[in-house]
């Protein structure tokens, strides 16, 4: 209610300046935008501003709690830790953007053809992400991972390979209740091309429920990678990725609790970030999508 | 409803072939394990030589057949490494893996059932607000980090709880003090996605008209709480239930290896390193059949909480 009569004020405003009002008016996903933007500061401008590089080892203070000089302690070889923390956040938002990237792309293209032209192509695609689907993901990841051996790139194809089936569904079914709608049918009946169609109908109608989606899922691929470098099946140390330095610090935990604690509690800030933006955005574009994307 | 079963598994068919395709596939296309397993500098010939021993040198077709074949009849095949019959191995340790998931199961459904119904009777107060603040950074929490915090505070500080490994079946005293931070691992975080939705679900049911009517024949709070709403609200979350099964194996591997614990998940990444493919594959065969498996269990629940369900 009281939105609508904020909104008939501004009604001669955009739908994208509606969009932006209400996302404004949402404080946690506001919170979620500043967190955001903090880390992508970080990793931009953060390197200026770290205390010493990342890798530069010092043992005259090994495994040295937090104090003044090392904000967040230093691990076995003296490295500072919230240094490489500030360094790690590049290869974070890197996995995160170029999972989502390959995630959206695939997705996008194999959601579009199996919802726009149905039919056998459809059932076959739709039958393959059942399949993908009854191997657990991480499972699923961590054997390609495994395939392909680590690295950061072979990491954001394995988690891109798996990630795919959600985004394909999720766009298969946004097609599959427009395509039937009269703008679509007289663009057909205009004798309209099925690519144009696509790109001049269909697209831009699944583009709002594709950036919600986009921005959720961004959270899942950082914490997959997370996980797949704490397995060692991901990016390799000494790389500052903050998976691998939560495994780095795991051998540590009985005597340097800051080892492991501070780039878990980097990750949790990241992807608590993302989900309030990405619920704020959902509730922007449409109070009434569904919750349960 | 035997009938609906007996269909459930003929559909199910298909899927697991083409999930031993998918494994098969994995394992084969990429990097030869054999060179991997003898390092630089031994002679082609010997390579070679133990590619024939294992049949690596006969078509991808071929041996995809003879492995499929083999494990149909309960034969997964040998480790590369050890010799040892991938059956065996996988049979050594399930029962780690899960008694691990069934507990952590339990106990998300413990934590987010109440903590969900007390959310949505007592909406918009402290105890919502503070249990959605707590789901959302469960939510957030990378899964193996929960598990070295817990290590650390329970193990480390406090000295209260082993920090790995399992000691002994979950009756026993020291077993069941082995078993709290794996299972907790495994079954918190999940708990807050379920918190969620049985909040949000029973406030829809709380809308309905037949509450209502409930409450306007002057029934008790607890029973139009207990009997009429939770049994409705229960079923998207059975739904849920279904969907995030596959993830409960996927989280039991990296609880596994946090906490040592002996069972497939440990086992699965150990091979992936080291390129032992029939390993991988056999677990990787066997996850996929308790998830189909789990699943068709959940479907056979429906039945049972919503009498309106019906299968044919």
Known sequence: ?293 | MLQYIIKRFLMVIPIIIGVTIIVFALMHVTGDPIALMFGPGVSSEMVAQRRAELGLDRPLIQQYFSWLGNAVTGDLGRSIRTGDSVASMIQDRIGATLELTVIALLITLLVSVPAGIVSAVKKYTIFDHLSRIFAMLWVSMPMFWLGLILILFFGVFWQVLPVSGRHGPLWTGAGFLSFIMPSLTLGLPPAALFMRLIRSSMIDVFNEDYIRTARSKGLGENIIVYKHALRNAILPVVTLLGMRIPWLFGGSVITETVFSWPGMGRLLVDSILKRDYPIVQGIVLIIAILVIFFNLVVDLLYGYIDPRIRYD
């Open chain 1, 1 to 293: 209610m009281f939105f609508r009569k904020k909104e008939k004020k501004t009604s001669s405003s955009s739908e994208m300046g509606r969009v932006i009002n209400r996302f404004k008016k949402n404080h946690l996903a506001v919170l979620g935008l500043i967190i955001v933007v903090l880390i992508i500061m970080a990793t931009i401008i953060g390197p200026f501003f770290s205390p010493y590089p990342p890798g530069k080892q010092n043992f005259e203070v090994l495994l040295a709690p937090p104090s003044a000089e090392h904000l967040m302690g230093t691990d076995s070889l003296g490295r500072d830790v919230f240094s490489r923390i500030i360094f790690g956040a590049r290869y974070t938002m890197l996995i995160g953007v170029g999972v989502v990237a390959v995630v959206a792309f695939v997705g996008t293209v194999l959601g579009l053809i199996a919802g726009y032209y149905g039919g056998k192509i459809d059932f076959v695609l739709m039958r393959l992400v059942d399949m993908l689907l009854s191997i657990p993901a991480l499972v699923l990841a961590l054997g390609i991972a495994g395939a392909l051996g680590g690295g950061l790139i072979n990491m954001i194809v394995a988690i891109g390979a798996v990630g795919w089936t959600q985004f394909a569904r999720l766009v298969r079914g946004e097609v599959l209740s427009i395509k039937n709608n009269d703008y679509v049918t007289a663009a057909r009946a205009l004798g309209g091309r099925n690519s144009r169609i696509i790109i001049r109908h269909i697209i831009p109608n699944i583009i709002a429920p594709m950036i919600v989606f986009t921005t959720l899922y961004i959270p899942s691929a950082i914490l997959w990678a997370a996980a797949l470098s704490f397995l060692g099946l991901g990016v390799q140390p000494p790389t500052p990725e903050w998976g691998a330095l939560i495994a780095e610090g795991r051998g540590f935990i009985h005597f340097a609790w800051w080892i492991s604690t501070f780039p878990g509690l980097a990750i949790m800030i990241t992807v608590l970030g993302f989900n309030f933006m990405g619920d704020g955005l959902r509730d922007a574009f449409d109070p009434k999508m569904g919750k349960e994307l």
